[in-house]
């Protein structure tokens, strides 16, 4: 009934779980247990070296906190003048 009233989400529906059908194989794949055993046993600067190794090989190099925050204050300004000079031209 929903899908006949939002034929759109018929298609984001189907979307997720295709995605979820690949995660779920995914878990099923050997060695799996293993690698949550250990990732669960490790410590948080295991954790962080782990990321930023994944982060590396993904050419995502992670960057600090502090840069994150001031990408967010930057963002969250630049937004406020695009809403201040869009009402001013209103």
């Given at each position: 009934?929903?899908?006949r009233l939002n034929p759109a989400a018929a298609a984001e529906l189907d979307t997720?779980?295709?995605e979820f059908d690949a995660l779920?194989?995914?878990?099923q794949e050997s060695g799996f247990a293993k690698a949550m055993d250990k990732a669960f046993a490790a410590s948080p600067r295991q954790?962080?070296?782990a990321h930023r190794r994944g982060a590396k090989a993904r050419g995502t190099e992670a960057r600090g906190a502090k840069a994150q925050h001031a990408?967010?204050?930057?963002m969250k300004a630049r937004s406020a003048k695009q809403r201040?000079?869009?009402r001013r031209g209103s």
């Open positions: 009934e929903y899908e997720l779980s295709e779920v194989a995914k878990m954790l962080g070296a990408e967010a204050r930057n201040d000079a869009k």
